[in-house]
Each structure stands twice: as structure tokens, then as C-alpha cells.
């Protein structure tokens, strides 16, 4: 077995409840009304993540558990806010919904510095949810312009829990799962 198959790509995230989710769909039938090449987030793919920790071998992710099993905090009052667009040279590339609720920073700072020397120190930490992936867009502007009049319900939810997740990248789309799950405390 090669040394490279014994990687797992990880990253450690919170998750959408249902609502949140219902809602992200509505917004993406919607984005998906301006003609765009690239696809949307499979809804059940949908998280926030915290930080990405890339590929990494087996002690290492045991180290991870066990350094974020280690984290209290407490359950974190959050909502949907804004709706955007990351761009590239011009090129629109993300639309993301922002969520908003000051512990969720609070929580990454603590993911952060447990795993500080292991892993660099997220540099612009933005709460938010990827929505759709974008490829290539004709009328940049225009689509820029539509995606931020698009209106999403500031609903609000609570978290938690968070949890270190693998995935694996398929031609159809990434395939989440569970690698440990943290409970508030």
C-alpha cells in the first residue's frame, strides 16, 4: 500500500440543521435561476467549516481527536446572514450565505490554538456556508449583482457540537464522514 493511500483528507466543522438547510435550498433554486457553468453544494454536504487540515496519516488525526476532545465551550447562538460572492481576478468562483453568531469564532480561535504547532494558524477566518462552486460566468457583474439581491431568511439556530470530519473526493462530488463528533460541555 503506498504512503499516500494511508492519507485521509480532514477538515473540522459544524453542521446545519434542517431548517437551515430547507432554507439554503430555497436560496439555491434561486442562484440557480442566473445561468452559471459549476455546480451546487450537494445539501447534504452543507457545513461551516472550522479549519481544514488537509491530508494527514493516522497518529496524526488520533492527536487531533484527542487535543479538540479537550475544548469546552458552550452551546452558540447562531443565524443566517448576508448572501455573497468570492471572486478570483474578477471571476466569481464562491457564492456563500455568511453565519453569523460571535461563538462560532470563539469556538475556531479555541480549535486553533489547540492545534497550534501542529497546523498553521487560520489567518481570515469567515463564518460561512459554501453554497455553489463556480466555473465560468458570462456576465460577471450581472451575476455578482443577482446573487447578492437573492434574500435569505435570517433564521436562527443553536450548536452543539462539532465534528473532525474525512473526505473523500469523487468525480460526482466529495463524500463526507464522521471521524469524531464533540459535544458542548
Known amino acids: 500500500m503506498s504512503e499516500r493511500s494511508e492519507l485521509t483528507r480532514a477538515f473540522i466543522c459544524i453542521e446545519m440543521p434542517d431548517e437551515v438547510v430547507k432554507e439554503i435550498a430555497r436560496v439555491q433554486e434561486e442562484a440557480g435561476k442566473k445561468r452559471f457553468d459549476g455546480k451546487m453544494t450537494e445539501l447534504e454536504n452543507l457545513h461551516l467549516t472550522l479549519k ?9 488525526i488520533e492527536e487531533v481527536r484527542e487535543k479538540l476532545a479537550g475544548i469546552k465551550f458552550d452551546e452558540i447562538e447562531c443565524a443566517l446572514g ?29 480549535i486553533d490554538l489547540e492545534l497550534k504547532g501542529m497546523f498553521e494558524l487560520e489567518e481570515r477566518f469567515m463564518s460561512h ?22 434574500g435569505v431568511k435570517k433564521i436562527k439556530f443553536k450548536v452543539g457540537k462539532f465534528y473532525l470530519k474525512r473526505s473523500e473526493l469523487k468525480s460526482p462530488g466529495p463524500i463526507y464522514s464522521d471521524l469524531a463528533e464533540f459535544v458542548v460541555n
Open 129 to 150: 456556508l459554501t453554497i455553489a462552486r463556480v466555473k465560468y460566468v458570462k456576465d460577471k457583474k450581472g451575476f455578482v449583482d443577482y446573487i447578492k439581491g437573492i
Open 52 to 60: 481544514f487540515l488537509g491530508e494527514i496519516d493516522k497518529k496524526k
Open 82 to 110: 448576508e448572501i455573497g460572492v468570492f471572486s478570483h481576478r474578477g471571476n466569481p468562483r464562491l457564492v456563500w450565505v455568511k453565519v453569523n453568531g460571535k461563538g462560532i469564532f470563539e469556538l475556531q480561535k479555541k
